[in-house]
């Protein structure tokens, strides 16, 4: 049972490597997974050490199979489609190791 209730959903098209010929991007097959996404603007580090702004993080149970390459396509209660590329991925732990949730912030 998740630490917070995960009532939303995100489709997540996982990165899957190069095309070896134009040097694009490719996705696997989508999938849904169970979230909570709240929107605030906020500074994070990106990869690379930078400070980038973040429009809103991602919350998910556990540790899910995520990377910062994923696309993320998420519906809002209006049902206003909007497409995220991560900026960086944070894993809360418990005071024995376990990972709680995962934060993505976008």
Partial sequence: MPVIPLKQDVI????TGTDPDYNEPQYGVPYAMKCRFSEGVKLVRDQ???EVASVGAFLFDKLPNVSLNDIFTYTNELLAETTYTPIAISVKRALNGKPLITEVDV
């Fill in 12 to 15: 997540i098209a996982p990165f």
């Fill in 48 to 50: 690379h050490g930078a």
